[in-house]
């Protein structure tokens, strides 16, 4: 059953200290998208991107966040340095190409991974 | 702005209610529509989905949505909801050409009384 890979699950750390989560999309999937989900502000886009290139990182914090894609089984999200106000779940989404390997069209559907959940003390 | 918008925000029901959940979205040209479940602790889980065709279209678990493109909207709906459906449902809409980008809306948490 293929699925979308998170790590870590869990992740505590104190303010200032670097954290990296990781994600291994779907075999074949050429979409991946960076989510983060609290109770005041829901699901927020923070970042995505299509083929390994980021299309779209507007809803990233520039000053500490950075999503890379450094090959077609690994999407990193980092944080550095944390700040109590990080804390969230962070989900990793991928999605499949419609139609042919040959079309750049996506239909939006999405296939989450079961998230990392981070706490800055 | 462009946004998805869900009417409610905490829906209880008593098991055999019926259910129906809102959805507008503010997108003017063509889109894709989702309903995205997430039970208790786990992740986001795809209910159901509109390409085109059908306005009707039935996803899992005896769910169904109704696209109305005049009103902008992708409502969710179930006859018979049970104690099981308890989670948070979220609409999701994928603008045509926008690289497969899904925007959400904020999520309507559902309670099934047993």
């Known amino acids: 059953d293929a699925r979308v890979t998170q790590t870590p699950r869990h992740k505590v750390t104190e303010m200032g200290q670097e954290v990296t989560m990781r994600c291994q999309p779907i075999l074949g999937h050429n979409t991946v998208f960076w989510y983060r989900q609290t109770m005041m502000q829901g699901l927020e886009l923070l970042a995505y991107f299509r083929n390994r290139a980021p299309l779209d990182d507007s809803g990233m914090p520039k000053d500490r966040f950075s999503a890379e894609m450094p090959d077609a089984t690994l999407a990193t999200l980092k944080i550095q340095p944390s700040e109590p106000r990080d804390s969230a779940v962070y989900f990793c989404a991928s999605g499949p190409r419609a139609g042919g390997p040959t079309t750049f069209a996506n239909t939006g559907e999405l296939f989450f991974g079961e998230g990392s959940r981070l706490t800055v003390l | 702005a462009q946004s998805v918008s869900q009417h409610n925000h905490h829906v209880i029901l008593s098991e055999a209610a019926s259910l129906e959940l809102g959805c507008n979205y503010s997108?003017?040209?063509?889109?894709?529509l989702f309903w995205y479940v997430q039970y208790p602790g786990q992740h986001l889980q795809l209910l159901l989905k509109?390409?085109?065709?059908?306005?009707l279209v039935k996803g899992i678990k005896g769910f169904e949505a109704e696209f109305i493109k005049s009103k902008f909207s992708f409502n969710l709906r179930k006859p018979s909801v049970q104690w099981s459906d308890t989670a948070e449902y979220f609409c999701?809409?994928?603008?045509?050409?926008?690289?497969?980008?899904?925007?959400f809306g904020q999520g309507t948490e559902l309670s099934v009384k047993p």
């Open positions: 999701a809409v994928n603008p045509y050409n926008q690289g497969g980008k899904l925007i």
């Open positions: 997108y003017g040209g063509t889109v894709n």
């Open positions: 509109y390409f085109s065709g059908d306005p």
